[in-house]
Antibody
Framework: QVQLQESGPGLVKPSETLSLTCTVSGDSVSSGHYYWSWIRQPPGKEPEWIGDIYYSGNANYNPSLESRVSISIETSKNQFSLRLNFVTAADTAVYYC?????????????WGQGTLVTVSS | DIQMTQSPSSLSASLGDSVTMTCRTSQNINSYLNWYQQHPGKAPKLLIYGATNLQSGVSSRFSGSESGTDFSLTISSLQPEDFATYFCQQISSPPITFGQGTRLEMK
């Protein structure tokens, strides 16, 4: 059974860096069949795609966040990570990691449970 | 960016009813449209991919259709677990975007 689990601080101060890690079990992030994605969802709003990464390290980002975001992958630990710099209150959201099947309409078939990150001093 | 317009924003129905919700895109997306169900406090769950394909393990009461830039999700014979919020998602052109959601409530 594929499982994804987000981990990282639940509270980040304004102007600082949000860092989250997604640990994958039941599958390998080195599989060429998938991209590995980060999505966030502010309270009461629709999800927002942040970006994704392939096992090769090739990453794609949402242009609205591209200047502040970085996604990396560590195949030896079966993990991928998100860094978002210079956060503000607008970055408060539940952050999800997910597996993206690029061969099937890039659908997100497995998701982590999500972790709430609050930006506040 | 491709704009997604979901309608209605909310929908009220009874157990056993059939309902349909729609997602309209601002340009042709070549069937690269997925549907998700989300219960409060839970992660979204994939229902339909490629506009019409049922995800493995999902009830056959869910079905997707498309006509040009209009996409629909139909749920037949509503069950208690179907009352949730539904999102469409396009991947035809980056960035990946989601619709605003349709909240399905019990009448």
């Amino acid at each position: 059974q594929v499982q994804l689990q987000e981990s990282g601080p639940g509270l980040v101060k304004p102007s600082e860096t949000l860092s989250l890690t997604c640990t994958v079990s039941g599958d390998s992030v080195s599989s060429g069949h998938y991209y590995w994605s980060w999505i966030r969802q502010p309270p009461g709003k629709e999800p927002e795609w942040i970006g994704d990464i392939y096992y090769s390290g090739n990453a794609n980002y949402n242009p609205s966040l591209e200047s502040r975001v970085s996604i990396s992958i560590e195949t030896s630990k079966n993990q991928f990570s998100l860094r978002l710099n210079f956060v503000t209150a607008a970055d408060t959201a539940v952050y999800y990691c997910a597996r993206q099947r690029w061969q099937y309409s890039s659908s997100l078939d497995y998701w982590g449970q999500g972790t709430l990150v609050t930006v506040s001093s | 960016d491709i704009q997604m317009t979901q309608s209605p924003s909310s929908l009220s129905a009874s157990l056993g009813d059939s309902v349909t919700m729609t997602c309209r895109t601002s340009q042709n997306i070549n069937s690269y449209l997925n549907w998700y169900q989300q219960h409060p406090g839970k992660a979204p769950k994939l229902l339909i991919y490629g506009a019409t394909n049922l995800q493995s393990g999902v009830s056959s009461r869910f079905s997707g259709s498309e006509s040009g830039t209009d996409f629909s999700l139909t749920i037949s014979s509503l069950q208690p677990e179907d009352f949730a919020t539904y999102f469409c998602q396009q991947i035809s052109s980056p960035p990946i975007t989601f619709g605003q959601g349709t909240r399905l409530e019990m009448k």
